[in-house]
C-alpha cells in the first residue's frame, strides 16, 4: 500500500484556483478534469509493460505497450463524474462503472443507492475516483463494494484528503494505492476538510 501525495507545480496551482470561493463552476469543472488527468499520469506510472515488434514508415522496431491490463474507472456519484472526465481522456478505452453514496447529515455514515459495474470488473485495474476524502467513510464503502465484487487490484484517486480520513482507509485497506493532490489540515464539526474547497459537487455542478 502507498499513499501519494504529490506535489507537481501544475497541480498545486490548479489546485489553488479551484479552492477560490470565487471561481465559477465552468472553471471548477475544467480544473478537476485538468488536475484528474495529472494525478492519472502519476497512477498509471505502474502499469507493467511488454514489448511489441510494430512496422513505422522506415522500419520494423521494437516498442512498448501496456501489457494485457484492462482498466476501468468507477467514480463515486455524484462529484466523482468530473474526475472521470480527465480519466478518461488519458485512457477512453477503459470500462466506466458507478457507485452512488450520500452521506447521513446526522451521522456522517455513507448510505449506498446505486451500483453498476462491468461484468468483468475483477479482472481489471481499478481507479475509483471522489474529490474529496473527508472522513474516509465514502471511500472504504466503496473499496469495499469492489473487493466483495473479486477486485484485488484497486486504486483510489482523489484531490483533498483530510488526515483523519487518510489514516481511516489506510488502516482499513493496507492493500489499496492512493494518488491525492493535498493532505489538508483537519476535518471540522461539519465533517468538511479545512481549509479544502466546500461542497465539490455543489461546486461542480452549480447547485450551491
Request: glycine share 6%; aromatic share 8%.
Amino acid at each position: 500500500m502507498s499513499f501519494d501525495r504529490k506535489f507537481h507545480p501544475l497541480i498545486e496551482h490548479k489546485l489553488t484556483i479551484l479552492r477560490n470561493k470565487t471561481t465559477s463552476t465552468k472553471e471548477s469543472r475544467e480544473l478537476v478534469i485538468e488536475i484528474s488527468m495529472l494525478l492519472a499520469y502519476e497512477a498509471t506510472r505502474y502499469l507493467p509493460l511488454e514489448t511489441v515488434e510494430i512496422e513505422t514508415p522506415i522500419t520494423l522496431t521494437k516498442a512498448y505497450m501496456i501489457k494485457g491490463k484492462k482498466l476501468s474507472v468507477v467514480p463515486i456519484l455524484r462529484a466523482g463524474l468530473i474526475m472521470a472526465e480527465g480519466i478518461l481522456s488519458l485512457v477512453p478505452s477503459a470500462r466506466v462503472g458507478h457507485i452512488g453514496l450520500y452521506r447521513d447529515p446526522n451521522t456522517l455514515k455513507p448510505v449506498p443507492y446505486y451500483c453498476k459495474l462491468p461484468n468483468d470488473i475483477k479482472d481489471r485495474d481499478v481507479f475509483v475516483v471522489d474529490p474529496m476524502l473527508a472522513t474516509g467513510g465514502s471511500a472504504d464503502a466503496a473499496i469495499d463494494i469492489l473487493k466483495k465484487e473479486g477486485c484485488k487490484n484497486i486504486i483510489f484517486i482523489s484531490l483533498i484528503a483530510a488526515p483523519e480520513g487518510r489514516d481511516f482507509v489506510v488502516s482499513r485497506h493496507p492493500d489499496v494505492n492512493f494518488f491525492v493532490a493535498s493532505i489538508d489540515e483537519r476535518l471540522n464539526d461539519q465533517g468538511y476538510i479545512v481549509p479544502g474547497l466546500g461542497d465539490a459537487g455543489d461546486r461542480l455542478f452549480g447547485t450551491k
